[in-house]
């Protein structure tokens, strides 16, 4: 049964009470992990503690994000730097391909950070269990409708496509997990990530560049060409 939008506001705020409350224990766990030199243990919290946090940041952009002009090279180069340990981790190698100067785009960067990493994280934990090292290419790249970035790889997330994600869209708020059927982590992951993504009027697509498949999302374009 759907929920109304009143029903839907009240979820958020209960979901985001809980994820507030959830912050604590993971922050102890990753202090912990660090002082006996776990570091599988405080990934793995650190990991939660960033999807938490991508998650609360998604319950604000019902409303839309404030969006202002930047230029999405430099977020793919901090979502390399956030997803290097993980990748490491699991054998997974990053490639950044930004191979033009394509200008600004109207963003959020904060959001727009989260989301990629979030989509990044499923990505490489998809990869990991295939054995050996896999690349993970990341590209910010011109299309007609303007700018788009995504995730690509040779292989992997074979389930994830264009009507997995259109039947996810239509349980949003009607189900407790749109994208049932993926990996475990996986649903939260991109459930988040597509949040984000709406309050940037954008969403996420399946999609194909250089002879490898993923996810993208297309940027609504800026008329500040060369805002680094």
Do not use: W
């Amino acid at each position: 049964m759907a929920v109304n939008g009143h029903d839907a506001l009240q979820e958020d705020s209960l979901f985001s009470a809980l994820a507030e409350d959830l912050k604590t224990p993971f922050l102890r766990i990753a202090y912990q992990a660090e002082v006996s030199a776990a570091a599988d243990i405080k990934m793995t919290a650190v990991a939660a503690l960033r999807l938490i946090d991508a998650y609360l940041l998604s319950t604000k952009s019902q409303a839309q994000f404030e969006l202002e002009p930047v230029n999405p090279d430099a977020v793919l180069v901090d979502v390399a730097h956030e997803l290097s340990a993980h990748a490491r981790r699991f054998d997974c190698e990053l490639q950044l391909s930004l191979p033009t100067q394509h200008g600004a785009a109207l963003l959020h960067r904060q959001a727009l950070t989260s989301a990629l990493t979030a989509i990044g994280m499923v990505f490489i934990e998809a990869q990991g269990i295939m054995g050996g090292t896999r690349i993970i290419k990341m590209a910010a790249y011109r299309t007609p409708k303007g700018i788009s970035v995504g995730l690509f790889q040779t292989e992997g997330l074979s389930t994830i496509n264009a009507q997995l994600l259109s039947r996810a869209r239509t349980h949003v708020g009607s189900a407790a997990r749109p994208f049932a059927g993926l990996a475990s982590g996986a649903a939260a992951q991109l459930f988040v990530a597509e949040r984000l993504l709406t309050g940037m009027q954008s969403s996420l697509r399946s999609a194909k560049r250089g002879g490898l498949v993923g996810l993208a999302a297309d940027l609504l374009p800026s008329s500040q060409l060369h805002l680094i």
